[in-house]
């Protein structure tokens, strides 16, 4: 193998040498380890060392890397201590992830590194969140995140190139082509000769390096970054390599041709370059000794620290409070000065003033700068407050929320709108896996704030009117708030953007033009998890939120001789159960209406919870009320069937009276 040392003076050879020999060394020890059953699993880079070190040398100690399961070398090259490594794979506190995950899934600040999960795509727009904050910050920054070319098939892929190429994000994409995703060979992976080929298509730079050349991957690499440094732009950068070992070391190697392995055994970028610095008088034996025993003793010290670590004890109490960020809630009130505004109108004067509280929260989505968004809330806002904070995005919901995760990395908030609450589903993998578990799985934050305009009653039929909500409060790690009135909504949308947990954010637009309420002019905050108690009662509990609060109330006004206690829930997590059971214990009744479909919704949940705690005080059986369980239909007749409005005043009558 040939190595272009030209300006490079002999300890940068020496330290890329040092650096990669460790993870070679680290990992021959670790296969001996899962062999002996001390630890459970192993992904293998031996063969691909050279791209994870050379990448790393490359950049700065301050910009951001978002390796791989093959990375070791990115985690070594920056000085990690080997104990907490070996102390993350054996599930040791002194991990990185508590236990909770293992292997390279996981993030460390301290290192600026950001590990993945095993979704592999969502890594690549993280990393565009992350250089757009370094972009936004005036940071001359760059942000390296690899991929392997498998993942180069998922719809990840192709959303993040093309949000870095549309805003120039100063990202390095790193695709380690080992020719195979697991046993799938490249040809049955893209049909074309080089992933390096696509960069065309973004309109953007591309490069093919010898992966197994540790002197080109980091002349080329630093050589790059030092340009996009200067002139901000993604560059999509293609290594050619070989793993030598299997996907994992369950599944070993029978599928890969004898030939190709020994084609690839004698480019061995470990074993090349410790030849070549030898034959080349750069390294004589006794320094290579000596430099092997000294990274063989550190082996051996950090994983006796690690073995005489203790087993991590679990407490139910600190699971349950990892879940979420700390969020000190701060009360705002309101001077007494009130506007009268629709629901629209709270949202959008809310927004604003967030925007102006916060002077680097940025707001994404689909037409929301010039053209004001779908229902006009933000209209207005991009004079305000510049495009650099009021950002168009292409119709690519995955990578968009994946961006907003990085701006939260790298320590900006955002809001990200979803055009129509139906449109999540295309970027719900970064919302469930990502947003949800990042803090319980590393300890990182995900700031983020997804609003979701939601709800039927407007004739727009199957993909336009869901109400998805509970998708989203079976998922741990995310707070869901659905505010019925103008005053909740201005006021909980500023708690949503102070809170530095991820919040869905619905919002019915069936009420975005037809309720209005005196609402503070001022900026104000509501808190999570204490719901509203509307009206005051006897005879029955009334629980519901978003617009079916106010078929309840249309359904009280006619049936005045009703004496109910009528609760609008607010936000569904944290839910206000102290609230619930209160009521119902002084009603001995209680109806729980929502217009998502029945089985599997909130409405179950909060039955269930009733039943189990508030069983001695019941009267009749909990009644739950809610839409066909169809999906929603366009026609003004059909949708009128489906929704539970009409039906809500029959089963109420029918609960009083049992």
């Known amino acids: 193998m040939e190595y272009n040392i030209e300006n490079l003076d002999k300890d940068v050879l020496i330290q890329l040498y040092k650096n990669i020999l460790k993870p070679r060394m680290v990992e021959e ?19 691909q060392e050279a791209i994870a070190v050379g990448v790393t040398m490359a950049l700065n100690n301050d910009e951001y890397i978002l390796p791989m399961h093959r990375n070791l070398g990115v985690f070594t090259s920056r000085d990690i201590p080997l104990h907490r490594l070996f102390g993350q794979w054996q599930g040791k506190a002194s991990g990185f992830t508590k236990g909770r995950d293992r292997s390279f899934h996981f993030g460390t ?7 993945m999960i095993s979704h592999l795509g969502p890594q690549l727009g993280v990393a565009d969140g992350i250089a757009l904050a370094s972009k936004l910050k005036n940071k001359n920054s760059v942000t ?10 998922e719809g990840d892929f192709h959303e993040a190139l093309n949000v870095a190429s549309v805003w120039q994000l100063p990202v390095l994409f790193c695709v380690e082509n080992n020719g195979y995703g697991l046993s799938t060979p490249t040809s049955e992976q893209y049909n074309c000769e080089n992933i390096a080929d696509r960069g065309l298509g973004y309109g953007m730079e591309s490069h093919i390096i010898d992966g197994n050349n540790i002197v ?5 690499v630093n050589e790059l970054a030092e340009s996009v440094r200067e002139n901000p732009r993604p560059v999509l950068l293609e290594f050619k390599t070989f793993r030598m070992r299997g996907h994992e070391e369950a599944s070993g190697v029978k599928y890969v041709p004898k030939e190709l392995m020994d084609a ?10 410790e030849t070549f610095l030898i034959e080349n008088d750069l390294l004589n034996t006794s320094e290579n000794t000596a430099i092997k025993a000294e990274i063989i003793a550190e082996i051996n010290k950090d994983l006796e620290i690690a073995f005489a670590e203790e087993a991590i004890v679990s407490y139910e109490t600190n699971e349950l409070n990892d879940v979420f960020q700390e969020f ?22 809310g927004l604003k003033q967030s925007m102006e509280q916060h002077d680097d929260l940025v707001i994404m989505g689909q037409d929301i700068a010039e053209y004001g968004g779908a229902f006009k809330i933000t209209q207005g806002f991009v004079e305000q407050f510049g495009k650099e904070r009021v950002r168009n995005t292409p ?9 907003a995760m990085g701006l939260s990395i790298a320590g900006i908030k955002s809001v990200v709108e979803m055009q129509f609450a139906d449109f999540v589903t295309s970027g719900f993998n970064p919302v469930v896996n990502y947003l949800a578990k990042s803090h319980y ?12 305009p939601c709800g039927g009653g407007v004739a727009a039929g199957p993909f336009h009117s869901q109400t998805n909500e509970a998708w989203f409060t079976k998922t741990p790690g995310l707070k869901v708030v659905y505010p019925a009135f103008p005053y909740d909504a201005k006021g909980l949308l500023a708690t949503a953007i102070n809170d530095p947990n991820p919040v869905l954010f619905f919002e019915h637009k069936g009420l975005y033009r037809s309720i209005r309420q005196e609402v503070p002019t001022d900026y104000y905050t509501l808190p999570f998890g204490k719901a509203s108690v509307i009206k005051e009662g006897h005879d029955v509990t009334i629980i519901s939120y978003g617009a079916a609060v106010h078929w309840v109330l249309e359904t009280l006004e006619s049936n005045s001789d009703i004496s109910a206690d009528v609760i609008d829930l607010r936000t569904l997590q944290p839910l206000d159960t102290e609230t619930l059971y209160t009521s119902v214990r002084k009603t001995g009744k209680a109806i729980i209406l929502q217009e998502d479909s029945l089985f599997g919704g909130v409405a179950s949940d909060i039955s269930a919870l009733i039943m189990e705690h508030c069983f001695e005080s019941l009267d009749a059986p909990v009644k739950r009320v809610a839409s066909m369980e169809t999906p929603i239909p366009f026609a003004s007749q059909l949708e009128a069937q489906y929704l539970p409005k009409n039906k809500f005043e029959q089963e109420l009558k029918l609960l009083l009276e049992y």
Do not use: H
């Open 216 to 220: 080109e991957v980091y002349k080329k």
């Open 441 to 452: 799985r590393w300890g990182q934050q995900a700031d983020v704030v997804i609003r979701m």
């Open 29 to 47: 020890k670790m296969l001996i380890l899962l062999r002996q059953g001390k630890i459970s699993k192993w992904f293998s880079g031996i063969g």
């Open 395 to 403: 119709i690519c919901e995955s990578a968009i929320v994946e961006a």
């Open 144 to 153: 390296a995140v690899f991929t392997g070319e498998g993942g180069t098939s």
């Open 264 to 273: 690839w055994a004698i480019k061995d970028p470990v074993l090349n370059f």
């Open 328 to 349: 000190d809630y701060q009360v705002i009130d309101p001077e007494n000065k009130l506007e009268e505004m629709r629901f629209i109108d709270a949202i959008s004067n």
């Open 109 to 115: 600040q301290a290192y600026k590194i950001v590990g």
